[in-house]
C-alpha cells in the first residue's frame, strides 16, 4: 500500500529552486560541528522529487526558491551515518540549526507549517507508540513465516488507520487554518476512504486552506470520492487487454463485477491474488466477472502477463501501462493498491476493499 511542486533546478552559490509560482521559501542553516562540506536539500511534491545541494561554509548553509503550495522535503548529508532531518518546504524564511548528528533532532523556526508538524507529532505520540509495535510485531512474524500471525497483523492494519484518523480529525477540527491540516487530510485520507468521511474536515478548513494548492487538492479527492461512492454508478473504463484490444468495464453488465486494481510488482497485490481466484473459481459460474487493472508500466508489461499467468488470474485484464499515471488513478482517486470495488448488475457500486474471505462471504449472500 503505497504516497511532491515540479522544480527545475539551478545551481548558483546560493542553491535555488526555479520560480514556479510566487510564493518564496528560503532556508538559512548552522551546523556547529561541521564546517565543510555539502549538505541536500530534496523537495517532493505532485509525484516527483527535485534535489540540490549547498556548501557548507563555516557551518552555514543556504537555500532559496519558490514553491507553489508547501511540500515535504528533505536534508541529509551524505555519509556513512546516512541520517536525515524531513520538514516541511514552505512558503517562509527558515531557519535550521543543528550540534552535528543526529539531524533529525535539529531545531526549526520561522516556519508555521513546522510548528504545527511539531503540535501534530506530538499530538500523534501514542499512534506513533502502537505503530512501532505492530511493525516490529510483522517484521519479527515475517522473519519467521508465522502466516497465522501476519493474517492476525492484517486485520489490525485498517484499524490502526482508523484510529490514527480519530486523531487526524481532531488535530483538523482544532487547527482549521494550518496548511499543515490540509496535508494531513490529504496524508490520511488519500486511500481506502469515503466523501462522508472527508466532506467535513474539509468544510472546517479556512477560506484561505481550502484556497490553497493542498486545499485545493482536498476538494478535488473529495469531489472524485463522491462520484464513487457506494450506491454510485462506476465510471467506465476503457484500456487495452493483453493483446492490445480495448476492453471496457462496461462490456461485463449483467455480471457481478469486482473491478480490481493491482500490479504484478505489488506485493500485497499478489498475495491478495489466491483470495480472488477461490471467488472467481466459486462464483464465476453463478454471473461474476472481474475487470482487472493493472498498474504495470509499459517496461512492465512482460512482467505483468508473467504474473496473470503465474498467479492464474483467468479473468478480464486491462492497462495503459502508465503505472501509477493509469487514466483510473484520477478517474477513481486510486492512491494506493490493491483495491477494488464490486458492481452489481447493472453497474452501480455495492462495496470496496472487499479483502481475504470478505469477498466471498459478500458474493455467497449475492449470489445463493
Known sequence: MKKLLLLILTLSASPTFA????????????IENIKTGLIYLTVYIGGNARKDSSKIIDGRFAFKGFISQPCNAILDIKDEKQDYLRFYADASDMTITGIDYPLKEWVISGSPIN???????????????????????YSQASKNKNQVVLDSLDELE??????????????????PSSDRSAMAILENYGYYAEADEVEPLYEVLN???KESKNGETVKKML????????????????????????????????NYVLVDFWASWCGPCRKENPNIVKAYQA??????????????NEKGTAKWKKAIVDDGLSWKQVSDLQGWKNATSEQYYIKAIPANLLLDKNGKIIAKNLFGKKLTDMLALLVN
Open 19 to 30: 520560480q514556479t509560482a510566487d510564493s518564496a521559501f528560503s532556508i538559512s542553516g548552522k
Open 115 to 137: 510548528a504545527d508538524e511539531k503540535k501534530l507529532t506530538a499530538f500523534l505520540a501514542p499512534v506513533k507508540a502502537e505503530e512501532d509495535k505492530y511493525y516490529a510485531a
Open 158 to 175: 485498517m484499524a490502526m488507520t482508523m484510529r490514527k484518523r480519530t486523531f487526524i480529525k481532531t488535530f483538523v477540527l482544532a487547527n
Open 207 to 209: 477560506k484561505n486552506v
Open 223 to 254: 469531489d472524485i470520492y463522491k462520484t464513487v461512492a457506494i450506491g454510485e454508478m462506476a465510471p467506465d473504463i476503457t484500456q487495452p487487454d493483453t493483446t492490445g484490444k480495448p476492453l471496457s468495464l462496461s462490456s461485463l453488465k449483467g
Open 283 to 296: 462464483y464465476h459460474a453463478k454471473g461474476f466477472e472481474i475487470f482487472g487493472v493493472s498498474y504495470d
